[in-house]
Nanobody, 128 residues
Framework: QLQLVESGGGLVQAGDSLRVSCAAS????????VGWFRQAPGKEREFVTA???????NYADSVKGRFTISRDNAKKTVSLQMNSLKAEDTAVYYC??????????????????????WGQGTQVTVSS
């Protein structure tokens, strides 16, 4: 069964950069759409970005131009590089995978309901 583990969260200042990563337990991870979501206290979990097995990406408007998702299939990881961080980026960041549809060609999905495997989350705090 696929397992995901996030790492790299922490406390930074506004304007700083941070990289969080998601490590998978299985090599088939490379065939799945993988997304990053975040959840701030008292708010719904929201889409941040996603990447398909082919490397196609999709970003929320709020992070476009600041965040970059990438994947390293040899290392079974997907990373999120976050630049120019703002206080409103503060949240628990979760990675998720859709393991039900390997080699899915429908594009990087933004709905959290399409993902069936989630990590435990990593806290990112941006002080202003």
């Amino acid at each position: 069964q696929l397992q995901l583990v996030e790492s790299g969260g922490g406390l930074v200042q506004a304007g700083d950069s941070l990289r969080v990563s998601c490590a998978a337990s299985e090599g088939t991870f490379r065939t799945y759409v993988v997304g990053w979501f975040r959840q701030a206290p008292g708010k719904e979990r929201e889409f941040v970005t996603a990447i398909t097995w082919a490397g196609n990406t999709n970003y929320a408007d709020s992070v476009k131009g600041r965040f970059t998702i990438s994947r390293d299939n040899a290392k079974k990881t997907v990373s999120l590089q976050m630049n120019s961080l703002k206080a409103e980026d503060t949240a628990v960041y979760y990675c998720a995978a859709d393991s039900s549809r390997p080699y899915y060609n429908g594009g990087p999905m933004s709905s959290r309901y399409t993902y069936n495997t989630w990590g435990q989350g990593t806290q990112v705090t941006v002080s202003s």
